[in-house]
């Protein structure tokens, strides 16, 4: 038992003094749980007698405990006129007061607050490396509150100490010191997606995070994330850099793709090789198999490819005109034997 307390007991069991009338035989309680912030008599003995509200002394803080052995127990049996003795010299009592942690939540709340006064985003996002242990008894809604703060903006550094009391009981202190710095709401994927993987809204969540992790080149809104594939593994939770995104792959590499050109309201098709993957809207060679020639064709559709109107062939045909000096037009396409008009 801290001396302090055995201290306190013995000294308040002293001052206790006056006729007192013989108790009835009582018996030792083992554990007490103690209810508020004085020991009495009856939380170490049941039936203590007349004195049994008599207060011995203070409690232990919410969440501590209290050890009596047998020699102190039985100056307060004497003391007190209580009937018991001790029978061995390892008899004692364990006085436990209950208590509850403050959540980190509150803590964080009552940080925020204070934050905000001292110039810092009402929605600053906190880092608190040590959460502190501040316990109140289990009955009480005490919030922690800032009595102390010191905030140096540029660094985004913090110091402050925290106090919480509850029920009259003497106020708990702490000191914390983290970062703090204003954040921005971004879409985050929710789950973890794997490369390739079309992003539909169900994978896609808003989120705060720290305005120094956002650039001119992180997705800001859920139409940018919404309908496209990623390039790599991105950590939910965190903001999607735009790099990362890509239209879903229609086309993949080396697949035969519908080659389509529209030429004065003409619509011609064949059969071409691609020679990139790609997704909807993106630009790819593709290959002729029957004359080798190479053009640069839209995605347009699962498998299908639009010329670009006005280019020429990356790679000129085996046969044909001068592709180097002519661009893809309706008679260089008609002079394509393998090519059938739709």
Not at 320 to 331: A, I, K
Request: neutral net charge; charged residues 20%; aromatic residues 2%.
């Amino acid at each position: 038992m801290p001396p302090r307390h055995l201290a306190t007991l013995l000294l308040s069991t002293t001052l206790a003094a006056g006729v007192l009338t013989d108790a009835a035989a009582a018996s030792l309680r083992s554990v007490a749980q103690l209810a508020g912030p004085q020991v009495r008599l009856a939380d170490l003995f049941d039936d203590a007698g007349a004195e049994a509200e008599r207060v011995l002394g203070p409690s232990p803080p919410p969440g501590g405990r209290l050890v009596v052995g047998a020699a102190q127990l039985a100056a307060i049996a004497r003391q007190f006129h209580v009937d018991w003795a001790p029978t061995t010299q390892t008899e004692r009592i364990v006085l436990e007061r209950p208590g509850r942690t403050v959540p980190k939540e509150a803590i964080l709340g009552a940080l925020r607050t204070a934050l905000a006064g001292a110039g810092c985003a009402t929605d600053c996002a906190v880092d608190l490396p040590l959460t502190p242990r501040l316990i109140v008894t289990p009955d009480t809604d005490a919030a922690p509150a800032v009595e102390q703060l010191d905030y140096d903006a540029a660094a985004g550094r913090f110091a402050a100490v925290l106090s919480v009391t509850a029920n009259g009981e003497a106020p708990q202190r702490a000191r914390v010191s983290g970062r703090a710095a204003p954040t921005v709401t971004v879409p985050v994927l929710a789950r973890r997606l794997w490369p390739g993987a079309v992003i539909s809204a169900a994978d896609v969540q808003m989120a705060r995070v720290r305005a120094t992790q956002i650039g001119t080149e992180t997705a800001q809104a859920p139409e940018q994330v919404v309908g496209r594939s990623l390039r790599h593994v991105v950590v939910p939770g965190q903001p999607v850099p735009l790099t990362e995104l890509v239209a879903p792959e229609l086309v993949r590499k080396g697949s035969i793709v519908t080659l389509e050109l529209d030429v004065g309201g003409l619509s011609m098709r064949a059969e071409g090789e691609a020679l990139q993957a790609g997704g909807l809207g993106e630009r790819i060679a593709v290959l002729n198999p029957l004359s080798h020639a190479v053009v640069q064709a839209e995605i347009v559709e699962p498998g299908g490819v639009r010329v670009v109107p006005g280019s020429v062939p990356m790679v000129p045909p085996q046969s044909g005109p001068n592709w180097n000096s002519q661009t893809w037009n309706s008679q260089t396409w008609n002079d394509r034997p393998q090519v059938a008009n739709r």
